[in-house]
């Protein structure tokens, strides 16, 4: 039986260290998640919300971030992205360093 909406509890998600290289993730919420150090190489990630999301050590080589919601050059700059990584509009790849 389902809780009453006042007695639900926020749950985020948590993939630390997980291999999800070419997951289809896109528009996903992945508010305040923790990526912390997951091998996503090749995932789309497409219109994902990522506002609070932790980035320190997740693989984003060849992601796909286009239209990303909430993503700052600071939660990429703990990531490990390269020139294929597809970053959303507002970022340049100028702006992180490049592994």
């Known amino acids: 039986m389902p809780r009453p909406a006042h007695q639900q509890q926020a749950r985020t998600l948590d993939i630390s260290g997980a291999f999800v290289r070419r997951t289809d993730l896109s528009g ?12 996503a190489s090749n ?3 497409r219109n994902a919300d990522f506002q609070g999301a ?3 050590g997740t693989i984003l080589k060849g992601a796909d971030l286009s239209g990303a919601k909430n993503l700052t050059v600071q939660q990429l700059s703990r ?9 959303p509009a507002y970022i340049d790849h100028d702006l992180l360093r490049s592994n």
């Open 43 to 45: 995932a789309s990630f």
């Open 54 to 56: 932790v980035l320190d």
């Open 79 to 87: 990531a490990i992205v390269d020139r294929q990584t597809i970053l």
């Open 28 to 39: 996903a919420s992945l508010r305040g998640a923790n990526l912390a150090g997951a091998d």
